[in-house]
């Protein structure tokens, strides 16, 4: 119980702080905003840091849960304040590069999780709380980023700052085009209401764009994406694999590799289509995996069979299941339900996400059980 709730708690702080995002976000701009968050990861990673002089299993759950906190602002901040600074034809790519600094940033957690690095009876603290070392070079990164242009028109009226900020952004380029483009935007925002999470739901004006949005979320993380990431190493072991911790980088590694390629493909193949075909993809790949575990004990390639189905699902998740979600709810919605859209999809991503985590172990447990007995 530990375990999974040491692992799942961090999606408790996500499900409570996505509701925050749109608040957060116009109460003090995109990038003080983000600036102000980094606290809570320096916080939950201090925690973490210093489990080993403390009640270990409190400390640890503790840190997650904050760091979760701070996630679900992030996660929410950042698509936001990258979409708003992208020129409208590259929106989707630079979306998707997101998704790609996280899966980079898994990939030096596994790495750096071996046991002759940081993952041992020594250096687990430091491992633990050395996120928090990314969240200091964010801080002062974040010093050298403009304000969303966007924001400073739409939202307070700068029209000379804006101006500014897109020339710092785009070069010497005439921002008279995109500054055009915030005045419609403006002009819609100020003809339609903001929109509350309750209309949003007994509106049937919302009705198709909401289960779209909520769908795209569930779909993504009851594909089962978190169990592989989360419990990968255990998976890899009972699929016979020798070296369970390197095939978990192996992982990271694929993950990051066709994170890359799904930048290029996202604007060329369309969000419908590689969604679709990552789906169908995962299901293929989890159905062997399955097969492949099923028959491990009658026939030892089997292994094999299912090392290789977990790489596939992986690749197809990256395709499309894995960045679209967190930038198409923003594409969905105009500027009044927009807040509210993503306020509910981060919710629901991250509910989902805690059921994934708490009840895989149970699961996996009651499913190996089973077998055995058999």
């Known amino acids: 119980m ?47 840091g210093l489990a080993k002089f403390g009640p270990s299993h409190i400390l640890i759950i503790s840190g997650r849960a904050v760091t979760g906190l701070y996630c679900g ?90 101006k500014k900020n897109l020339k710092r952004l785009r070069g010497n380029c005439d921002p008279m085009k995109e500054i055009e483009e915030m005045e ?13 999470i309750r209309q949003l739901f007994t509106s049937s004006k919302y009705r198709q764009a909401v289960i779209v949005a909520l769908m795209v979320q569930i779909s993504q993380q009851f594909s089962g994406i978190n169990a592989i990431f989360y419990y990968s190493t255990n998976i890899f072991e009972r699929a016979g694999v020798d070296q369970p911790v390197y095939a978990t980088i192996g992982v990271g590694v694929v993950n990051t590799v066709f994170t890359v390629i799904s930048v290029f493909l996202v604007e060329k193949a369309g969000r419908r289509s590689l969604f679709l075909a990552g789906l169908m993809g995962m299901l293929i790949s989890a159905v062997a995996m399955t097969v492949g575990l099923v028959l491990l004990s009658q026939f030892a390639w089997m292994s094999y069979v299912s090392m290789v189905a977990i790489f596939l699902f992986v690749i197809f998740f990256e395709v499309g299941p894995g960045p679209i979600p967190w930038f198409i709810v923003a594409e969905l919605f105009s500027q009044g339900p927009r807040p509210a859209a993503i306020a509910v999809a981060g919710f629901c ?23 055995t007995n058999k």
């Not at 409570?16 to 606290?39: E, P, Q």
């Not at 980079?104 to 041992?120: P, R």
């Not at 935007?185 to 209401?193: H, N």
Request: net charge neutral; proline share 3%; with cysteine.
């Open 73 to 162: 602002l992030s996660s929410g901040l950042v698509p936001m304040y990258v979409s708003e600074v992208s020129p409208t034809a590259l929106r989707g790519a630079l979306g998707t590069l997101h998704q790609l600094a996280i899966v980079t940033g898994i990939l030096f957690s596994q790495i750096l999780g071996l046991d002759f690095l940081l993952g041992n009876d020594e250096m687990w603290p430091l491992l633990l709380g050395l996120s928090g070392v990314a969240a200091l070079l964010q801080f002062f990164l974040l010093l050298l980023c403009p304000e969303s242009p966007r924001y400073l028109y739409i939202k307070l009226g700068k029209v000379e700052e804006a």
């Open 184 to 196: 419609k935007e403006k002009q819609e925002a100020a003809s339609e209401k903001k929109v509350s």
């Open 2 to 48: 530990y375990w999974s709730l040491s692992v799942s708690v961090f999606a408790i702080g996500g499900m409570v702080s996505s509701f925050t995002v749109g608040w957060i976000g116009d109460r003090l701009g995109r990038v003080k905003a983000m600036l102000v968050v980094n606290i809570l990861s320096i916080a939950g990673n201090l925690l973490m």
């Open 349 to 371: 991503n991250w509910a989902c996400n805690f059921i994934v985590g708490m009840c895989f172990q149970y699961i996996a447990v009651r499913i190996l059980l089973n077998h």
